[in-house]
T-cell receptor, first 111, second 116 residues
Framework: EDQVTQSPEALRLQEGESSSLNCSYT??????LFWYRQDPGKGPEFLFT???AGEEKEKERLKATLTKKESFLHITAPKPEDSATYLC????????????FGTGTLLAVQP | GAVVSQHPSWVICKSGTSVKIECRSL??????MFWYRQFPKQSLMLMAT?????????EQGVEKDKFLINHASLTLSTLTVTSAHPEDSSFYIC????????????FGPGTRLTVL
């Protein structure tokens, strides 16, 4: 069964304190791993798509990496405005063709 | 970037009434649209997948007669919650995937439904 697990559930950082969020997955034929950011009361905002092990993508203070079993979202020198819930999702090559979401990591960056 | 809009952003209704939520892809055509609901502090739960011009495919446990989905064009999908009850109160989010074959789904801002 396709599954996505994110850790930690919650993370509190000081401004400027770099860290990483983890997304572990088991899927039959990965057709993409997606990172989204979700602010309270809003829909998820697309960040990155990764397709194959070794792939990396960057956007401002965020960098996403992918291996055959997990993905990391690295946050470098975070700012308070980076506070949000970060969601990871995968799409498998199976018949369902739907996104399977993890439960998210709630990130709080304190000034 | 791709933009998906939803209307209304919030709605309050009385028990027994029906509520329609619109989802539009503003700058791209979407062959496939998705409807999710999200309870507080929980992740997104897929309700149904709709393809333009076809009947929606509902996830297990989602009542198709209660949650009516229409995907009449490549830029518009609607979700109608029929005979709403307080337990239907939730955050409903639509999502769209472009016809170009790209895998990325873009999400709307969500609609907060409160049923009194």
């Amino acid at each position: 069964e396709d599954q996505v697990t994110q850790s930690p559930e919650a993370l509190r950082l000081q401004e400027g304190e770099s860290s990483s969020l983890n997304c572990s997955y088991t899927v039959s034929g990965l057709r993409g791993l997606f990172w989204y950011r979700q602010d309270p009361g809003k829909g998820p905002e697309f960040l990155f798509t990764l397709y194959s092990a070794g792939e990396e993508k960057e956007k401002e203070r965020l960098k996403a990496t992918l291996t055959k079993k997990e993905s990391f979202l690295h946050i470098t020198a975070p700012k308070p405005e980076d506070s949000a819930t970060y969601l990871c999702a995968v799409r498998s090559g199976g018949a369902t063709n739907k996104l399977i979401f993890g439960t998210g990591t709630l990130l709080a960056v304190q000034p | 970037g791709a933009v998906v809009s939803q209307h209304p952003s919030w709605v309050i209704c009385k028990s027994g009434t029906s509520v329609k939520i619109e989802c539009r892809s503003l700058d791209f055509q979407a062959t496939t649209m998705f409807w999710y609901r999200q309870f507080p502090k929980q992740s997104l739960m897929l309700m149904a997948t709709s393809n333009e011009g076809s009947k929606a495919t509902y996830e297990q446990g989602v009542e198709k007669d209660k949650f009516l989905i229409n995907h009449a064009s490549l830029t518009l999908s609607t979700l109608t919650v029929t005979s709403a009850h307080p337990e239907d109160s939730s955050f409903y989010i639509c999502s769209a995937r472009a016809t170009s074959g790209a895998d990325t789904q873009y999400f709307g801002p969500g609609t907060r439904l409160t049923v009194l």
